[in-house]
């Protein structure tokens, strides 16, 4: 029984060592390309002006800002019911304030991408290369601009890649038109021709037209937007309120009270998300990530 036991890890020993020998073939876009989740969050921070943060540190946050108020509010009220779902709204305000910067800041730069497209299209037709054109936008872009193109230009100092400069820059910046815009220079940069002075003033007048429209549109759908927002803070501001007397609130510390909570939460998110679907502007999506 010993010699047995011997021979058979004597041999798994062997087919261990000539198994190292293969390297294991791995699919590269699975393995690098992280889950939809992930990349949204972090497509957002960077957008809304957070690239140091990552998207686990947010989600802690989230967390850590769920434990605290249900703390808090189970100290003060006494009743979970209430704790959790006060707890859930403190959870959710991480993430709807890098939505909002997020959102606030696109809506910035989609006022200055023409901008700085009219800069390269200058600078192409003054004779510069295409590098050099993209580079100095870190000096004569617009402001919120330059930091991310001074980077390129150290880049492409550095390495004189241009094709990786872009990808890098694309990746500092996270925003659908700059999406369109380097792959407009990608492709002009590889095949060339006379065309480029052209698709840049097309691309500009585009952007334009879409800024303005869209402008148009948030100013009168804004006030759609504010009547959900008041519509679902209002029943939880009179819950808070009425929080501060225990005799008001004994009846959710009961099964059914707590089922009506719990209820009245459900039908408030989704009545909110109906609300804000429905008067929802579509938002560009990054396609040419």
């Not at 890649?161 to 996270?174: I, P």
């Not at 407009?184 to 003033?201: M, N, P, Q, T, Y």
């Not at 759609?224 to 008001?248: F, G, H």
């Amino acid at each position: 029984m010993t010699g047995l036991f011997v021979g058979l890890l004597f041999g798994t020993g062997l087919f261990c060592v000539w198994w190292s020998f293969w390297a294991r073939e791995e699919d590269p876009d699975r393995v690098k390309e992280p889950p939809a989740l992930i990349r949204r969050l972090r497509d957002e921070l960077i957008q809304a002006g957070y690239p140091t943060i990552t998207p686990k540190a947010l989600l802690v946050g989230c967390a850590g800002a769920f434990t605290l108020v249900f703390l808090f509010v189970y100290a003060v009220v006494g009743v979970p019911a209430i704790a959790v779902c006060f707890a859930l709204m403190a959870a959710w305000g991480p993430y709807a304030v890098v939505r909002m910067r997020a959102r606030q800041r696109r809506n910035r730069l989609r006022d200055l991408w023409p901008d700085a497209v009219d800069n390269i299209t200058s600078a192409v037709r003054a004779g510069m290369s295409l590098p050099e054109a993209v580079s100095q936008l870190g000096h004569r872009g617009p402001e919120e601009l330059r930091p991310a193109f001074q980077a390129f230009a150290q880049d492409y100092r550095i390495s004189g890649r241009f094709h990786d400069c872009l990808d890098r820059l694309k990746a500092r910046l996270s925003d659908p038109v700059a999406d369109r815009l380097i792959e407009s220079l990608r492709i002009a940069r590889e095949v060339g021709g006379s065309d480029l002075g052209r698709l840049l003033r097309t691309l500009s007048v585009f952007l334009r037209e879409d800024s303005r429209t869209r402008s148009e549109l948030e100013t009168r759908q804004s006030w759609t937007v504010n009547a959900a927002r008041l519509a679902v803070a209002a029943p939880w501001i009179v819950l808070a309120m009425l929080s501060t007397r225990p005799e008001s609130v004994r009846a959710y510390s009961t099964a059914t009270g707590a089922m009506v909570l719990f209820a009245g939460a459900l039908v408030t998110g989704i009545a909110y998300w109906l609300m804000i679907r429905i008067g929802r502007l579509p938002e560009d999506e990054r396609v040419l990530r």
